[in-house]
Structures are given as C-alpha cells and as structure tokens.
C-alpha cells in the first residue's frame, strides 16, 4: 500500500514538473526558437505598429502585440498583424542576417475600418503619415525600406485623404530627386 502511494506521489510530481516546464517554454517562447536556430542564422526583428498593441502573427505562431523585437530564422516569414477596428496586415517578410538592422524593421500604419474611424481618429492617422512622409523624405528613404518609406505613407495617406495636397506633391518632390540623381549618373559616365 505504502509503495503505491509513494509511486502515485512521483508520478503526480513528475506531471508537475512537465507541466512547469511546458509553461516556462510557452513563456519563452522566442527563447526556444533561438536555441532552435543556428546563431549564424538568427535575426532580430523589430516590428512596430500605429496605433501600437497589434496582436503580431509569425508563421502561423501568436507572438505578441506590437511593439516588439523577436528572434527568427534566416529567410521569408508570413506576417500578419490584427487590432479589432483595423484592417488585418498580411505580409511576407524577409529575416536577412546580412543586412544592416534597419532592414529588419518593420513599421505598419493599421488602417481602420471605416465603421471604427471617428474623424479625430482620422485627423490623428493623417497627421501621423504626413509627419512620417516628411522624416522618409528627409532621410533620403523615398522607395526603400520596404513599407517604411515616403512612398508607402503616401499611398496609406492616399487610402485615408485622397484629395489630400501633399500626396501629389511630395510625389513630385520624389521624382524629381530621382530624375536629379539619373541626370548625374548620365553625366558622370560620359566623363568617364
């Protein structure tokens, strides 16, 4: 008799201490993916939303909201981020170990559903891209990164406030950069 309550007792400890452990790996969820991956091949990845707490999605794995930096795998990753009242961001993404780090940072404006956008919400949003077109445009980010450009905010202030005057403008400004830049690449390869 004694020794079976002494096995009915390891056993029950031997299920507590399982079940800690699988709480402690859910908990350290992005720990486990890194002793999983190589550290050659693991990259830090910073997300980042507007509005900020957007549940974030990789690969199929709920990982957090937004923001957050987190640990993944070299190569293409299924993003998706969603917050009740915006429209849901589904994205690939690209974890390059080679790339400088601003590479792997991603910043996504959520566009709200018209059903939840108040016009100060709206006033808000538009003031939020107008300023993120002018600090693109000022650091020379005019098509690149991806989705974290002066392009890109033009067209998500395009969605919100398509008769807004700076889209066309700021539109201008940039091809005229570009073209500035083709002209001196021309010039300089016919001196060479």
């Keep these: 008799m004694e020794l079976t309550m ?5 056993q029950r400890r031997m299920i507590q201490v399982v079940m800690g452990l699988a ?8 720990l486990t993916l890194l002793l ?6 693991a990259v830090m990845i910073r997300l980042a939303t507007d509005p900020p707490e957007a549940t974030v999605q990789i690969d199929g794995v709920t990982i957090g909201q937004t923001p957050i930096s987190t640990i993944l795998p070299e190569g293409e990753h299924e993003l998706i981020l969603s917050k009740e009242g915006f429209k849901i961001i589904d994205r690939k993404i690209f974890a390059d170990p080679s790339a400088p780090p601003s590479t792997n940072q991603y910043r996504f404006g959520l566009i709200p559903t018209q059903e939840t956008l108040t016009r100060a ?18 650091r020379g980010d005019y098509v690149a990164p991806e989705r ?3 392009w890109d905010y033009l067209n998500l202030l395009q969605e919100l406030d398509p008769s807004n005057p700076l889209i066309p ?4 400004r940039i091809r005229r950069v570009f073209k500035q830049q083709a002209e001196m ?4 390869n016919d001196l060479s």
Excluded: C, T, Y
């Design 36 to 41: 999983m991956v190589p550290a050659q091949d």
């Design 121 to 138: 919400e709206k006033s808000r949003r538009i003031e939020s891209l107008e300023r993120w077109i002018e600090e693109a445009f000022k």
């Design 185 to 188: 690449m021309h010039r300089h």
């Design 169 to 172: 403008e700021m539109r201008q």
């Design 148 to 150: 974290d450009n002066a």
């Design 6 to 10: 002494g096995l009915q007792h390891q």
């Design 23 to 30: 709480f402690l790996s859910f908990l350290a969820g992005g």
